[in-house]
């Protein structure tokens, strides 16, 4: 199978950068810069393509890369900090900027250049960077400016290899795909034979000749990823199969009982339910904590701890399961060289005492837009395919501060009037428009309680309560998203709804930040 390497620097962009690559059916993976050339080499990889980063690439210690590899005869492009390291290894000079650039900036490209094939010569793009190619690499020659930039964009196009100062991958540099199309087609000649469609069937006859007859034990959680990674295991290898899920009173209203009722022994699939209610352990355990990541880290190794438990009344197992996917595993800092945005309970942290031989993690090489493709072939009700995506640490990271279940009741009956009002709202608009869905419907939505205590009045009484934060996105990927322009009038009706309803409750705020520079969820 072919495959395009990203070459990672730190950059917060990589993920996204491989998530470009695949939709073009090219299979991509993530490495850090300090991969030794040799392995590059073994790979063989179609084109490489190296991420941003947080640094200067001529200050000592910065992350950096061999000459050699723009020698491998193997096509390379630079993004951003890459295009830098590019240039300074190859004899070019990288200074301080004398105008920073950051955000939307108008573009001019060379239309000759394969690199920009079918983009117009105006354009725009996604700048951030405070450094900039002062004097290209010998053999190099600029294909693209801006205002304050004269090389935005070089190529050495004997060597194949190409370097842009700006971000291609995210959805703020418009032509950007088509960029990064060409790059792997035009310039890397891959011929797209990375596909989804017979994943399924691939993966289910692999799990079904490594399991035999052995005995599985897999951590349900009801998600998107943990549950196509159930029903994998449950098509190749049926009642060998046992599901735990841990209820830890972090999940949306009602849906611990909807989880059961899919995966119970009234649901659709051949495998063994085992649901545990442990809503007051953690309770109990995050009482007093408000740090956020510390938060994760307590929710993580208490589930740990419950899982241990069941699996010694089940005893020895041969294999354990984890929906572990390929962002998991790049956030936990394993994939390539960024710092860890956040700990995944499902990666690196595995059961000391749970007796299994081996772990499968049939999803962990791919992205969620993937996952759920897998789901759909699987024959999984499309309800649950496209679920919005909730954390692990569930509402424990959308409540800001200390969880208790006060705040749990709080939360979980806010965000059930939230998405209420917003599937009334789509169903209408559908109805008016002979079926057609709003162009506003947002790909995530949920609500948050922050930490604020706010003064009030209701009922001609003063209040001091907390203020609900309301989060919804519009996101191809979920590693970049745009606020979505919900309707004042559904946002009136669910302001009045929870401010009447939700006990608790005397404010309520709408969250308009993008990503970046925040994230999707609060913590």
């Given amino acids: 199978m072919e495959k395009v390497l990203v070459i990672d620097f730190g950059g917060q962009y990589n993920q996204l950068v491989a998530r470009r690559v695949r939709e073009n059916n090219v299979y991509c993976e993530i490495y850090s810069y300090r991969t030794p050339i040799e392995e ?33 005869g193997i096509p390379v492009l630079g993004l951003c900090y890459g295009a830098q390291v590019m240039s300074l290894v190859l004899g070019g000079k990288v200074e301080k900027a004398p105008v920073r ?7 001019t490209v060379d239309n000759g250049s394969p690199l920009f094939t079918g983009v117009p010569e105006e354009t725009t793009c996604w700048m951030s960077h405070f450094d900039y190619i002062s004097a290209l690499a010998p053999g190099f020659r600029s294909i693209a400016h801006t205002a304050v930039t004269p090389v935005a964009a070089a190529e050495n196009r004997e060597e194949n290899l190409y370097a842009i100062q700006f971000h291609p991958e995210v959805l703020h540099t418009p032509e950007g795909s088509k960029m990064l199309r060409n790059f792997v087609y035009q310039i890397c000649g891959c011929s797209g034979d990375w596909r989804m469609d017979d994943f399924a069937e691939r993966k289910i006859k692999e799990i079904r000749e490594k399991v035999g007859d052995g005995k599985v034990l897999c951590a349900l959680s009801g998600g998107v990823d943990s549950s196509v990674a159930a029903v994998l295991l449950s098509k190749a290898v049926g009642r060998q199969l046992t599901c735990v899920f841990v209820d830890h009173g972090l999940l949306r209203k009602n849906e611990g009982d909807e989880v059961e009722e899919v995966f119970g022994p009234d649901g659709s699939y051949d495998l063994n339910f085992i649901r545990v209610n442990a809503q007051d ?19 993580g190794e208490e589930f740990i701890r419950v899982f241990e438990e069941e699996a010694k009344k089940i005893g020895a197992v041969d294999y354990l399961v984890q929906g572990t996917i390929y962002p998991d595993v790049v956030e936990s800092g394993l994939g390539g060289e960024s710092a860890v945005i956040k700990s995944h309970h499902n990666v690196g942290g595995l059961p000391d005492h749970v007796d299994f031989r081996e772990i499968i993690e049939p999803l962990r090489d791919l992205f969620k837009d993937e996952v759920r493709k897998v789901g759909l072939a699987l024959g999984i009700p499309e309800h649950l395919v496209f679920r919005q995506p909730f954390p692990g640490p569930g509402l424990g990271i959308r409540i800001i501060g200390e969880v208790t279940a006060e705040k749990v009741r709080i939360v979980q009956d806010a965000d059930a009037i939230y998405r209420e009002e917003i599937a009334k709202a789509a169903a209408e608009w559908k109805e008016q428009h002979d079926g057609k869905m709003p162009s506003w419907i947002p790909d995530q ?55 009447n309803e939700v006990r608790g409750v005397n404010r309520i705020l709408y969250d308009l930040t993008s990503k970046p520079p925040g994230t999707i969820e609060l913590e």
């Avoid at 606020?483 to 009038?489: G, Q, T, V």
């Fill in 445 to 499: 939505y949920f609500a948050a309680l922050t930490n604020m205590r706010s003064v009030g009045v209701m009922g001609d009484e003063r209040t001091y309560d907390y203020a609900i934060a309301l989060r919804a996105v519009k996101t191809i990927d979920f590693m970049t998203a745009e606020s979505a322009e919900i309707p004042f009038s559904v946002l009136q009706t669910v302001m009045n709804r929870i401010i």
């Fill in 40 to 72: 590059i080499r073994a790979m063989k990889p179609k084109g490489i393509i190296l991420t941003g980063g947080p640094s200067s690439c001529y200050e000592e210690g910065a992350a950096t890369c061999s000459p050699e590899l723009f020698q491998l």
């Fill in 101 to 107: 650039e950051y955000g939307h900036t108008a573009l």
């Fill in 281 to 299: 352990r953690y309770y109990g355990k995050l009482a007093g904590v408000e740090e956020p990541e510390k938060k994760r880290k307590i929710i």
